[in-house]
């Protein structure tokens, strides 16, 4: 899961790490309202999941509330590098004397995390690496050490940091090591780490990117981070949003009631075709690329039913590698969770097909919350075509 930088940010500074005054704005009138609350110049930078966003316009300055409400309107609504700008982050503008490259990731080839560190800041990585490969400080952390605070002090220095600046640089990457590790991070950057002209060590900027295999120690963060409003508020674009958000494959939408749900590609085809067969007719079809947790699950079904187009869901997977048991507790989560919504709407019907590992608890998982369940997929999509033809 990538992080928005305002999000980023936040993580940033509950564990210690300098960042700008600034605050999100979903409008124009807004992003006006937060400027005058944090004071002239600001920076005004669009939320989206792209690199290069400066280049492409998504980061501009302002000097007073009129002009920040004018620039406002201009980003918002635009799409940047194919991606729709839903917010923006109104930041106090930095007086920077100089601005540094500070990312922690994980080094597969050495199989241990890696400090990187440049003097040159404010362009992406790579081309830090093919135009000035020799300014490019990598610095390898054993994990029964951990980072040491020579290695920091190394770090900070080979960057042409001296003083008591270095002693704050050195800090500054201890904590974001330290980030990587609490939230099972596969990446946590700062580009630009600045060095403002009051010798402040300020992250003008934040990514992170969590490692997905591990969401379940930390369902607490995914619900917070997810339950931020950064997307459109309507329809399609809406869901295109959230399957690019969950990072789901595939989703479809056509022209009938049924929603489909499957674990993998041989699956929802196999699914879809049988479906048409049986005289259904499909309005989404969503497909989880064999990488179906509880949680994406969940996720699916919030999506699809989100079309009021849909009145049945029709979810059919197989257990190879996951277990049904799991998968069927992020079904009953979706029911209870959305359980009025379903109520108040009538919709959608849902029918299960399961085989595989732990079906029969899985089975008896959805049977208690009341959710159909098959393991025949002939019987499920008969079920759930003659359910839509009530509709």
Do not use: W
């Amino acid at each position: 899961m990538r992080l928005y930088e305002f999000q980023a940010k936040e993580i940033f500074a509950e564990h210690g790490i300098n960042i700008p005054r600034g605050k999100l704005a979903h409008s124009s009138e807004e992003a006006g309202k937060i400027a005058a609350d944090i004071g002239a110049p600001v920076a005004l930078k669009a939320q989206v999941l792209v690199g290069g966003r400066g280049l492409a316009g998504g980061i501009m300055f302002a000097n007073d509330s009129k002009e920040v409400e004018e620039i406002s309107s201009q980003i918002l609504g635009k799409s940047l590098k194919n991606e729709d700008v839903n917010c923006l982050l109104v930041e106090e503008k930095l007086d920077i004397e100089i601005e540094y490259y500070l990312g922690v990731t994980i080094d597969y080839k050495s199989k241990c995390p890696v400090v990187i560190a440049s003097s040159r800041g404010g362009m992406d990585i790579e081309s830090i690496a093919s135009k000035y490969p020799d300014q490019i400080i990598k610095e390898q952390i054993r994990p029964p050490l951990g980072l040491t605070d020579f290695q920091t002090r190394r770090i900070a220095k080979k960057v042409g940091i001296v003083g008591k600046n270095q002693r704050k640089f050195a800090a500054t990457v201890k904590k974001l090591y330290s980030i990587l590790q609490a939230f099972d991070a596969t990446l946590v950057e700062i580009n630009p780490l600045v060095l403002t002209t009051d010798d402040q060590i300020i992250a003008a900027d934040a990514k992170m990117t969590l490692d997905d295999n591990a969401s379940f120690r930390h369902r607490e963060l995914y619900s917070r981070l997810k339950s931020v409003e950064t997307r459109p508020k309507e329809g399609k674009k809406l869901r295109k949003a959230m399957t690019e958000e969950a990072e789901i494959p595939t989703y479809i939408e056509l022209s009938g009631n049924i929603g489909i749900i499957s674990d993998g590609a041989g699956t929802g085809m196999c699914t879809f075709d049988l479906t048409r067969d049986f005289g259904g007719k499909i309005e989404a079809y969503c497909e989880l690329g064999g990488r179906a947790t509880p949680e994406i699950i969940e996720k699916a079904m919030d999506i699809v039913s989100s079309n009021e187009d849909v009145s049945i869901l029709l979810i059919n997977l197989i257990g190879g590698l996951n277990r049904m048991d799991e998968m069927a507790q992020g079904i009953t989560s979706f029911v209870s969770k959305e359980k009025d919504r379903l109520e108040d709407a009538g919709k959608p019907s849902i029918v299960v097909r399961m085989s595989g590992t732990l079906e029969d608890e899985g089975r008896r998982i959805l049977g208690n919350a009341g959710v159909a369940s098959y393991d025949n997929i002939y019987d499920a999509i008969e079920k759930a075509v003659e359910l839509s033809g009530r509709v």
